[in-house]
């Protein structure tokens, strides 16, 4: 009978192994950012008038570690700062025409990289588990939109 093994193990081993072929890739193609950084980029790039806050809240970060990689990334000008209509004590943050073009050249390595790490998954399979990462996420109380 095959043992099962603490959830812990079945999530971070198959994460370890998609962020390690995610940074080779990343070296490979000369992309100077951690996945923590494209992740940023992506909430930017799909919601839209976010601010330092949001994003550390989205990924249940301290707003300090948010504001230093906020700041690598307004450095390489792939976001820029703008004051918010509303409320002049915030920033929204904006993808630059060069953030949108690390964006697409990074969407498209992690396309590469998921199709290589899901190759024999059939789509039962891979719509099961997408389904049980969001009951995990939800049962933690962080329920992640799903971007279709």
């Given at each position: 009978?095959?043992?099962?093994?603490?959830?812990?193990?079945?999530?971070?081993?198959?994460?370890?192994?998609?962020?390690?072929?995610?940074?080779?890739?990343?070296?490979?193609?000369?992309?100077?950012?951690?996945?923590?950084?494209?992740?940023?980029?992506?909430?930017?790039?799909?919601?839209?008038?976010?601010?330092?806050?949001?994003?550390?809240?989205?990924?249940?970060?301290?707003?300090?570690?948010?504001?230093?990689?906020?700041?690598?990334?307004?450095?390489?000008?792939?976001?820029?700062?703008?004051?918010?209509?509303?409320?002049?004590?915030?920033?929204?943050?904006?993808?630059?025409?060069?953030?949108?073009?690390?964006?697409?050249?990074?969407?498209e390595l992690n396309f590469e990289v998921s199709s290589k790490l899901l190759s024999g998954?059939?789509?039962?399979?891979?719509?099961?588990?997408?389904?049980?990462?969001?009951?995990?996420?939800?049962?933690?109380?962080?329920?992640?939109?799903?971007?279709?």
């Amino acid at each position: 009978m095959e043992q099962v093994k603490p959830l812990g193990y079945i999530l971070g081993l198959p994460l370890r192994i998609f962020l390690n072929q995610v940074a080779v890739e990343f070296r490979n193609r000369d992309i100077e950012l951690t996945f923590e950084q494209f992740i940023m980029l992506l909430l930017i790039d799909s919601k839209g008038d976010l601010i330092q806050q949001d994003i550390a809240n989205h990924l249940q970060k301290d707003k300090s570690i948010v504001v230093r990689q906020m700041n690598g990334l307004i450095e390489k000008e792939y976001v820029v700062r703008l004051p918010n209509r509303t409320d002049k004590r915030k920033k929204n943050l904006i993808l630059t025409t060069k953030g949108t073009e690390i964006m697409n050249k990074i969407t498209e390595l992690n396309f590469e990289v998921s199709s290589k790490l899901l190759s024999g998954v059939d789509e039962d399979d891979y719509l099961a588990f997408g389904r049980v990462l969001n009951k995990i996420q939800e049962n933690g109380g962080f329920l992640i939109e799903q971007r279709q």
